[in-house]
């Protein structure tokens, strides 16, 4: 399972970016998908999952209110639109996931990983 996370980039406090995963040569409609990121000299956090059916998500409390997790099975896509940015939610984002997974928000149960996309949000 090879998964593709990109919608990164530079932006200002207060603006928005929407990070896609994205599966290729598969379905991704099956496994529950959650995103990570990990700031320099920082441990690789928990950010957001959807479970398989997408009946479920769950959010890390300082990014809940702000950030929206989705799936689009069509698209074979798991989005996380970020809105109000802040200068600290700066980091390598990844995506990964989990063959019928509910929706972790712990890294041991993802078996696949996005390579990262760098999100910068300037004050």
């Known amino acids: 399972v090879q998964l593709q996370a990109s919608g990164g980039g530079l932006v200002q406090a207060g603006g928005s970016l929407r990070l896609s995963c994205a599966r290729s040569?598969?379905?991704?409609?099956?496994?529950?998908v959650g995103w990570f990121r990990q700031a320099p000299g920082k441990e690789r956090e928990f950010v957001a999952a959807?479970?398989?059916?997408?009946?479920?998500?769950y959010y890390e409390d300082s990014v809940k209110g702000r950030f929206t997790i989705s799936r689009d099975n069509a698209q074979n896509t798991v989005y996380l639109q970020m809105n109000s940015l802040k200068p600290e939610d700066t980091a390598v984002y990844y995506c990964?996931?989990?063959?019928?997974?509910?929706?972790?928000?712990?890294?041991?149960?993802?078996?696949?990983w996005g390579q990262g996309t760098q999100v910068t949000v300037s004050s």
């Open positions: 990964a996931a989990v063959k019928y997974g509910l929706g972790s928000t712990s890294r041991v149960p993802y078996d696949y």
């Open positions: 040569g598969g379905t991704l409609s099956i496994y529950a």
């Open positions: 959807i479970s398989w059916s997408g009946a479920a998500s």
